[in-house]
């Protein structure tokens, strides 16, 4: 019985070598539509579908492989001699290989034109019956969804004149992840669309995400937790999980979850920047002439808290840089490239783990947290007003200096977990308050670190997360040296808080957005 293969793609990338290959090892060509064009256009004896089965495509190409010629040659189990007998009492011949992909949904659907119709349209039925039918009788069937399997499937063929049972079945746990995907998509926006089919829904009413272990970690957050590490199917530019680790310890999931808050607040910032991050909150955060300046200046913040923290850079770090780095202890450097004499000092410090990422401007499109039964979710919060948005809300009006101490601060106080009070002056983190249930022990534990790391706080930019809800908290921040103040506003009590600021002189400004980090 000869070897058959239907191959109709709508991803072409590879597929002409892929047959031609086939061909040559003795493969009989099914083909369909633009796939079957293509090859006899590059000189590749093919046979239509629809000449195989004796049933013209119909419906507008709806209904071209739905037919019992496929789907048994695909089905049947050639071990079972009962399956054999009646493929054979019907003529019907066995197709070996099944290389499919799937009409273009997602790619379709994220046009910005894209219509009801069209994305209807893209919905494909023929292609996940055959996959998921070859899927199902791996056992003698090879199927191959991904352009990247071909060059494995092509030679194992050569080798051993037919793809090995391993990876018959690799190939199939891809096909039913792909198809649960599409599916997914699928679903994704068909809920998401309102009574006029119209993509209005921030969140659709039913959510599937799909996500791929990159692998299984010694541990979580604590060693009696099990933990593994996930990453979307596409990694858009500039988000952690498209990472490459250069050197040092395998990752932990307190270093990636640490590594992920570093990197955005550092990518945050359009002037070279250094975030140094300890337990999920920035222990210092600067900007400088470059790299090197940056992280002095974010290590003078808090240099106790900085021991065994995890430093982002938005520039590439260069040997002097490194120099710096490597008189302290760290757990993770993240930067989008590295020097040769920098990568030459990390070298020397193999626990290190030493991680490039790529700059983008691209963020989640959701945030989740999970809740006892229920997911909790969110847009992420990317929002940052700029000076021309803030409110001046006191007598005193601010100086160009201090507009621009206030609006570091208030970009850092995005990052820091809340109730959150950051102190800034220069481009540069004097004392950070994190995650206190009290605005005003915020505050103070802020000026504490300050006065460890024997920095003034005076003239500095204090930044509050969410609004002061009596002038408590204005008071302890002004006491310690701060003379101009920024935050949401928002409180019933504002008109309390704002009069405070008068009396003691200083500036104070609304936003009118609030960032709570919890």
Same mark, same amino acid.
């Given at each position: 019985?000869?070897?058959?293969?239907l191959i109709s793609v709508s991803n072409k990338a590879g597929v002409v070598d892929f047959a031609r290959s086939l061909v040559e090892l003795g493969f009989h060509i099914l083909s369909t539509g633009g796939t079957a064009k293509l090859l006899a256009a590059e000189g590749i004896e093919c046979q239509e579908v629809s000449d195989y089965t004796g049933f013209p495509e119909m419906?507008?190409?709806r209904v071209k492989t739905l037919d019992p010629h496929v789907h048994a040659g695909i089905l049947a189990r050639r071990c079972v001699p009962e399956h054999m007998k009646a493929i054979a009492d019907h003529n019907i011949g066995t197709i070996d290989l099944v290389c499919v992909n799937l009409y273009p949904f997602e790619q379709t659907i994220a046009k910005?034109?894209?219509?009801? !119709? &069209?994305?209807?349209?893209?919905?494909?039925?023929?292609?996940?019956?055959?996959i998921r039918a070859a899927a199902k009788n791996h056992e003698s069937v090879a199927v191959i969804v991904d352009p990247s399997d071909y060059t494995k499937v092509v030679d194992e063929i050569k080798a051993n004149g037919e793809v090995s049972a391993a990876t018959r079945l690799a190939l199939a746990k891809k096909v039913f992840a792909h198809t649960a995907r599409y599916d997914a998509a699928i679903t994704n926006y068909l809920t998401s669309l309102d009574e006029n089919n119209q993509r209005t829904k921030a969140f659709p009413d039913v959510l599937t995400r799909q996500w791929v272990k990159v692998e299984d970690m010694r541990y979580g957050e604590n060693p009696h937790q099990a933990a593994a590490f996930y990453r979307e199917d596409y990694i858009a530019p500039g988000l952690l999980a498209g990472y490459s680790q250069l050197q040092g310890? !395998? &990752?932990?999931?307190n270093n990636i979850a640490d590594a992920d808050a570093a990197w955005e607040a550092v990518r945050s910032f359009d002037t070279p920047a250094c975030v140094i991050i300890k337990h999920a909150n920035p222990c210092g955060v600067a900007i400088g002439l470059n790299a090197c300046d940056a992280y002095q200046k974010a290590f003078r913040t808090d240099s106790k808290s900085a021991f065994g923290g995890i430093i982002a850079f938005n520039r590439e770090v260069d040997e002097a840089t490194a120099v710096e780095v490597c008189k302290q202890f760290a757990e993770v450097v993240i930067a989008p490239s590295y020097t040769a004499g920098a990568r030459e000092l990390f070298a020397a410090k193999k626990n290190l783990r030493v991680l490039t990422v790529a700059l983008g401007n691209a963020h989640n499109g959701y945030e989740m947290k999970r809740v006892g039964g229920g997911l909790l979710v969110q847009t992420p919060d990317i929002q940052l007003c700029s000076e021309s948005d803030l409110r001046v809300v006191t007598k005193k009006q601010p100086t160009s200096a201090q507009l621009a101490d206030m609006m570091f601060a208030w970009n850092v106080a995005r990052f820091v977990k809340s109730n959150t009070i950051v102190y800034a002056h220069n481009g540069m983190t004097l004392g950070v308050g994190a995650g206190q249930m009290s605005r005003v022990d915020s505050a103070r534990i802020a000026a504490i670190k300050a006065e460890e790391s024997g920095l003034s706080l005076s003239g500095c930019a204090a930044a509050s997360d969410a609004f002061f809800p009596f002038r408590d908290g204005l008071d302890v921040i002004v006491d310690q040296g701060a003379t101009c103040i920024i935050q949401p506003g928002g409180s019933i009590r504002d008109d309390e808080v704002i009069?405070?600021?008068?009396?003691?002189?200083?500036?104070?400004?609304?936003?009118?957005?609030r960032h709570f980090r919890h």
């Open positions: 019985m000869r070897k058959q293969a419906l507008d190409g910005p034109d894209c219509s009801f !119709e &069209l994305a209807i349209e893209n919905i494909d039925i023929g292609g996940p019956t055959m310890k !395998e &990752l932990s999931y009069a405070a600021a008068d009396e003691r002189g200083v500036v104070m400004v609304f936003t009118g957005e």
